[in-house]
């Protein structure tokens, strides 16, 4: 398959390419283009005004904003507020006025050309467009701007006009507009105070607070116009406005004439700066940037992403839309999250929307863990795990809202801080499955690290307030005579309030199990750490009896004439019929249906028994696995952008190949061709460290068992060739696989032992090995 959906985007290795203007599409663009560094990011809306249907968005990482709850009614231990990501100042506005006429491409008499692109290679957006505009003038427009990798504070623009036909004034306006509003708010406040507007000879500088919780933020620029190559002595003119701050340049044109604008820009916060420096450190470096810095700013960000590049890469041969999806993918995981700040996590939109407030969910431990832990290697990780360490007290906290006690957690559904301020009852309360992926984390970073270092300072606190949450959670049924979990929502949404979740049930037994195997190593093994714990957590042994008790007699079901663990109590009441019988026009079901149609419907929004599967694949055999597969996978409307990944894997290990390819194509293709019909709310960023794990789990087939690397290589007929790399244990490996064989390279590092299609193979740096798949 190498035509996407969305044809009005051409296919290109490297490259995200919108050749043609089309108004209806211009919000999804500006989610597709967006850039980002990890600190800050930017939808890829015009610099110019654009009066049409757009969604202008600045997004600062760790800047929220407590936007009170909006419900019909209360419930006991009701989160007071969903915590929002603030749209922030924007500092990318350019007003340009040619002849009395705003350049506006809504509004232009024609618009003759239009192209954009996006640079993934180098991390540069680029747009040019020729219009003609209804006093006669004709003009060309071409940007480029990017956010730095390189000095996380940068963001800097190249804005050129040339006039192809007419002379007369032309007035140039760069801005910073602190007046943007949040789309999502519930109450359509403003989040923002400006505190103070200064203005210099070149420059602007706007300082903002949030509103509550007292963020400040200095965005600052430094402009500098050319024209026609030539550097203009300019008399800006300084404007303000309640929350604006703009320099105007009145200037004369003719017929061939071109002005080139420098626009660098910084954002400033009070989370790397005090309050009362904040307005001088953003003066003193922005003042030392002249038009010729663009390109060694620009250099500076091509060797950053050459860097990540490097270990990220993944070269697909044979499908072009294939190769486009995965480095799209791969390149948005690195604009959201660079692993520097152990304070800051994964949005599910990242920085290019603001749907789901911009905080942490359990995405994060579940799907982008293992993609940071093996591109960026295991400090960045151990960053993402330290996030939920130092929650640990709010997530305490939060589960004796709802009645725990003894230190029991229950991590957030959704949280900026570590406090819950999801805004959906049947979320908040009963998705607690969220705190079992937690753990997983942990236990995924020990097994791909080797390393109990975490464990064993951090992580210990952790395993032991989520079991003595499940502990807590579970109550013993004497009519069944095991242990059960009642009125849950497992990961599979389209289900609320129901009773012993097999996947919520099974994850809570394995926390239990994984918890007193850590606890009974560390008495063992560090004596000093245990003495610790036990003053720290008034830990008593018989809590270990209890849970091996939970584990032992925990109730699961079944049934047994399917042989199939059954998604929850009563699932067989309903009435189950495949999801491909659904008329085309009723999906996604979703934007169609009711939801009490949905919870009465058999339909699965994302895996729910099958990514119990894929978490604990060891746990049960080839045949159970195709068993369950082959139940449920029909069912699965994919509704989530997180399902089609884990599906993708386990058919893969199924070695249901065109089945594991569709589902790639479909996670990596997910924004590119806007699948769900939502991608101008922005893209789906967490779900996308999913396409790495098709390609390198599903297709590279790569696990640790044992201790020990292996990787069972399987390459979709689509493809000619596949090739990936990973950081593992200080080493960067490199797999490569095309229609008959298997080649493994270690690029860096000490020698090891891996196992490669069931070969024991011993690697070093000198050495490649090469196997037979076929």
């Not at 071409?142 to 940068?154: C, Y």
């Not at 490097?310 to 995981?333: H, K, P, T, V």
């Not at 189950?576 to 026009?585: F, G, K, V």
Request: hydrophobic share 35%.
């Amino acid at each position: 398959m190498n035509k996407p959906v969305n044809e009005y985007l051409k296919l290109a290795p490297w490259s995200i390419i919108e050749e043609h203007f089309e108004a209806d599409r211009v919000k999804s663009s500006e989610s597709l283009f967006s850039i980002g560094n990890g600190s800050f990011g930017q939808r890829a809306n015009f610099e110019e005004d654009y009066s049409g249907d757009s969604f202008q968005g600045s997004y600062l990482g760790g800047i929220y904003y407590p936007d009170k709850t909006k419900v019909g009614w209360w419930k006991n231990g009701y989160p007071k507020y969903f915590a929002k990501v603030l749209n922030a100042t924007n500092w990318i506005g350019i007003h340009v006025n040619i002849n009395d006429e705003v350049v506006d491409l809504a509004k232009a008499a024609e618009i003759v050309s239009f192209n954009r692109q996006l640079n993934m290679q180098e991390g540069v957006y680029t747009r040019s467009c020729r219009l003609k505009l209804h006093n006669g003038v004709e003009l060309s427009i071409r940007s480029k701007r990017f956010i730095s990798m390189a000095n996380v504070e940068l963001g800097a623009i190249e804005y050129s006009i040339e006039i192809h036909t007419g002379t007369g004034h032309i007035n140039i306006k760069p801005y910073l507009d602190g007046g943007i509003l949040n789309t999502d708010a519930n109450w359509d406040e403003r989040f923002w105070n400006t505190t103070s507007k200064s203005l210099e000879k070149e420059s602007a500088f706007l300082k903002n607070q949030t509103k509550k919780t007292g963020f400040e933020v200095v965005t600052g620029m430094k402009v500098s116009l050319l024209k026609n190559g030539t550097p203009n002595q300019v008399d800006w003119i300084a404007e303000e406005e309640a929350q604006k701050v703009s320099l105007g340049a009145n200037l004369e044109f003719e017929t061939g004439d071109h002005f080139k604008l420098y626009k660098f820009c910084l954002n400033c916060t009070s989370l790397n700066h005090s309050s009362d420096s904040l307005l001088q450190v953003c003066k003193n470096s922005i003042k030392l940037f002249t038009p010729e810095d663009f390109n060694t700013e620009l250099e500076k960000q091509r060797l950053a992403w050459a860097e990540i590049w490097e270990n990220a890469d993944i070269i697909i041969e044979g499908d072009l839309a294939a190769q486009q999806g995965i480095r799209y993918n791969i390149f948005q995981l690195n604009q959201t999250y660079s692993g520097k700040d152990p304070r800051l996590n994964i949005g599910p939109k990242g920085f290019t929307g603001e749907k789901y407030g911009g905080s942490t969910y359990w995405d994060t431990e579940a799907y982008c863990f293992p993609f940071y832990l093996a591109t960026k290697g295991e400090e960045v990780a151990r960053n993402l795990l330290i996030y939920r360490y130092e929650q640990l007290d709010k997530a305490i906290e939060n589960a004796s809202k709802l009645g725990f006690d003894n230190g029991a957690a229950l991590y957030p559904m959704v949280t900026m801080d570590g406090t819950e301020c999801h805004n959906e009852w049947e979320i908040t309360f009963e998705e607690i499955h969220r705190n079992g992926a937690i753990v997983f984390a942990i236990f995924n970073h020990l097994r791909y690290t080797g390393d109990p270092s975490y464990i064993n300072e951090k992580g210990i606190f952790v395993l032991l307030a989520v079991a003595r949450f499940w502990a807590q959670r579970v109550n013993f049924s004497h009519s069944k005579q095991q242990y059960v979990m009642l009125g849950v929502t497992g990961p599979n949404e389209y289900e609320n309030n129901v009773n012993n979740n097999w996947y919520t049930n099974y994850i809570a037994t394995w926390c239990l199990d994984f918890a007193n195997q850590q606890i009974k190593r560390i008495q063992q093994e560090l004596p000093t750490n245990y003495a610790r714990f036990i003053e720290e957590t008034n830990f008593n042994l018989a809590e270990l009896d209890q849970w091996k008790d939970i584990s032992e007699n925990m109730y699961f079901p079944y049934d047994q004439s399917m042989d199939i663990f059954l998604q929850q109590d009563g699932f067989l009441d309903k009435i189950i019929a495949p999801a491909d019988a659904l008329p085309s026009a009723q999906r996604p079901i979703n934007q169609h249906w009711s939801w009490d149609r949905i919870l009465r419907s058999c339909y699965i929004k994302q895996g729910d028994v099958l990514q119990g599967f894929y978490f604990f694949e060891d746990h049960f055999s080839q045949e159970q696995l195709a068993k369950h597969f082959e139940y449920y996978e029909p069912i699965t409307v994919h509704e989530s952008s997180l399902s089609p990944c884990i599906h993708s894997i386990l058919a893969a290990k199924l070695d249901k190949m065109d089945q594991a390819y569709e589902f790639y194509l479909r996670t990596s293709r997910l924004d590119l061709d806007d699948y769900n019909k939502e991608i101008e709310e922005g893209c789906h960023i967490t779900s996308m460290a999913g396409t790495w794990l098709s390609i390198v789990e599903g297709f590279g087939g790569m696990r640790i068992i044992d201790d020990q690397l292996h990787f069972n290589p399987k390459l979709p007929s689509q493809w000619k060739e596949l090739s990936f790399k990973i950081l593992h244990r200080k080493r960067l490996i490199e797999l490569s696989i095309n229609a008959e064989s298997a080649t493994v390279r270690l690029l860096k590092g000490a020698a090891l032992d891996i196992v490669l299609k069931g070969e024991n193979i011993s690697l070093s740096t000198t050495h490649k090995k090469l196997v037979s798949i076929t």
